[in-house]
């Protein structure tokens, strides 16, 4: 049997190559790097941007009563491990808010593996918090009671039923299921991981919600700027804020918490679930007196870091599967000599690529960037841990910030390099402050080296030293580590199909009406035996030319469609069954 199964392999790749080959629109690799740049221009008949949605919009508006669970939302603690958090009671507004009390309402989720049996229930804790503005203009906020309740002694991939809430008042939600995620495996990824940047609450981000669930995804990676609540009141819901002009007398720019109310109440038809991971952006920061920062933020969302050694909410990391994800903040000191860079070389020196293969970072502003806006932005921060992260083997990096999509070439230190991470920004998922579009090798849109001041850390713009644009600060064309940008609307979809391949793609909003419609997709492809790391030693893989270890069950049977002529597509259909089921005779293959 073993002999037949390994004779069964080069016909397996060959299977493959050949579907790879006769495709329709066949998908590239990056294995076919660098690329020449390409930029697709803004469509002028489509809108720039969109208003925000009003507080009385049906998917903003408190729909329980009383103590009731609302803005139910799931995140990732481990394989085995799920936070749920929710919010009861009433936010206050005004200048005489009141807190509530935080243990007048239980923290309580029951839970099984049947619908309607919950064989465990769990506690947790409860806070409240407030922002505080002693302006004349501004209002003071106090929220609801946030609950955060963590399940543990869970089976990996595997499905519960969840009601959450207080069974003494009664008060108890609706029940909920989630899937935990696969164990760390070379073998076992997450289905769909879906990667929102910038998203706000306007009818471009009702669209890119509404696509995305077309798109079933497993998980979610929200890479920043989440509800825009700190925009709100000065925009009016519509166009560019004017702070100084609304508030002449206030220094602080006031956060209309109720926003972050509506959001997650948007959000709950997901989040109720699917775990969605989040990381900071710049709309985040909310300062308020006495400089506290960051405070929705870090009183609303549950995220692994005590479960993965930070000692951070703004900076943490976690495994799904075969993946370990690590999120870093870009608004805490990141420099080498500060606590994130210490926690972040610890990370990365407990990964075991043998288990977890691939390593994926994000945080929210881009290190690399060719658009106008933000441009060289947050080179302090790239020129601290750029050279760590290329040093471990980083192979997907997700920002947000500019509102439109980029992916670059391999690269490290603004150099194409076979060994360097794919860095992608996707941060247009619809907020309120429109797509960018102009770039900056544009004529006359090269901005100045004192623009794009980061609201944090220093300013470090430099002129390239070498290479097609030496001497300048701005490239006079797309430069070369650019593979593909795009001024759109969007969310992507990562899903990875083994230990060597990841197939990406761009899902624009434009397109969500056309079936099997999506703006740049590629496979990214890692090359451990090209690529030695300091970390634990990667899996050992044939050439990249080559595919023995792709799982065709997942890469063929689920991508055949999109991937072949319609007259080969029953051909491979059944070749793919046919896979499927010598796989399952011969666990080796995969």
């Excluded at 608004?331 to 972040?344: E, K, P």
Aim: aromatic fraction near 12%.
């Amino acid at each position: 049997m073993k002999e037949d199964c390994k004779l069964w392999i080069p016909l397996t790749t060959f299977v493959f190559i050949i579907t790879m080959v006769v495709t329709e629109k066949r998908i590239p690799t990056t294995l076919e790097g660098p690329f020449e740049p390409v930029t697709r221009r803004f469509d002028p008949s489509l809108r720039r941007g969109s208003d925000d949605l009003p507080m009385d919009d049906p998917r903003l508006k408190k729909n329980v009563t009383s103590n009731f669970p609302e803005q139910i939302a799931l995140a990732v603690s481990s394989p085995t491990s799920m936070w749920v958090s929710w919010v009861t009671g009433d936010a206050q507004v005004g200048s005489n808010a009141t807190e509530l009390d935080p243990s007048s309402v239980a923290s309580e989720v029951w839970y099984g593996k049947e619908s309607g049996k919950y064989a465990k229930v769990a506690k947790g804790a409860s806070t409240v918090y407030s922002q505080l503005y002693p302006f004349e203009g501004l209002l003071n906020y106090t929220s609801g009671i946030i609950h955060h309740v963590r399940l543990k002694g869970l089976k990996p991939k595997t499905k519960y039923y969840y009601k959450c809430g207080d069974s003494s008042i009664p008060a108890m939600s609706e029940e909920h299921v989630f899937e935990t995620s696969p164990m760390p495996s070379p073998n076992s990824y997450p289905r769909r991981i879906a990667v929102i940047g910038d998203l706000g609450l306007t009818s471009n981000s009702t669209t890119t919600i509404d696509h995305l669930i077309q798109n079933d995804p497993s998980m979610i990676l929200m890479v920043g700027d989440l509800s825009y609540a700190n925009q709100y009141r000065t925009t009016g819901g519509k166009g560019a804020a004017c702070f100084s002009c609304a508030f002449p007398d206030a220094p602080i720019r006031e956060s209309y918490q109720p926003r972050w109310d509506g959001w997650g109440r948007y959000m709950e038809t997901l989040t109720s679930r699917l775990p969605m991971m989040v990381i900071e952006g710049n709309h985040e920061i909310e300062p308020q007196v006495a400089g506290i920062t960051f405070k929705s933020y870090l009183t609303r969302f549950a995220v692994p870091s005590a479960e993965s050694g930070s000692k951070s909410n703004l900076y943490y990391s976690f495994d799904a599967g075969g993946v370990h994800f690590i999120m870093l903040g870009a608004y805490v000191d990141y420099n080498s000599t500060g606590a994130q860079f210490s926690w972040l070389k610890k990370d990365l020196l407990r990964v075991d690529r043998t288990v977890t293969p691939w390593l994926v970072a994000a945080w929210h502003p881009p290190w690399y960037n060719s658009y106008s806006s933000h441009y060289q932005e947050f080179e302090c921060m790239r020129q601290e841990m750029e050279s760590i992260l290329y040093q471990y083997g980083v192979d997907i990096v997700f920002s947000g910030h500019v509102h439109a999509y980029e992916r670059m070439n391999r690269v490290y230190n603004y150099t194409l390099d076979p060994c360097g991470p794919v860095y992608i920004t996707v941060g247009d998922g619809g907020n309120i402050e429109k797509v960018d579009v102009d770039f900056a090798d544009d004529p006359g849109k090269c901005p100045s080296a004192g623009d794009n001041t980061p609201e944090f850390g220093g300013l470090c713009h430099l002129n390239f030293s070498s290479g097609p644009a030496k001497g300048q600060f701005c490239w006079n064309k797309q430069p070369e580590w650019s593979a593909y940008r795009e001024s759109s609307f969007g969310h992507g979809i990562l899903e990875v199909v083994n230990s060597t391949y990841a197939l990406w793609a761009w899902h624009r909003n434009q397109d969500i009406y056309k079936e099997e419609s999506h703006g740049d997709q590629i496979y990214i492809v890692r090359q451990p035996e090209l690529c030695s790391t300091v970390s634990k030693p990667s899996l050992l893989h044939s050439p990249p030319s080559l595919l023995p270890s792709l799982s065709l069950s997942a890469a063929c049977c689920h991508h055949h469609s999109q991937l072949m002529f319609s007259f080969f597509s029953p051909v491979i259909g059944v070749l793919c069954l046919f896979v499927t089921f010598r796989q399952s005779l011969c666990p080796f293959l995969s």
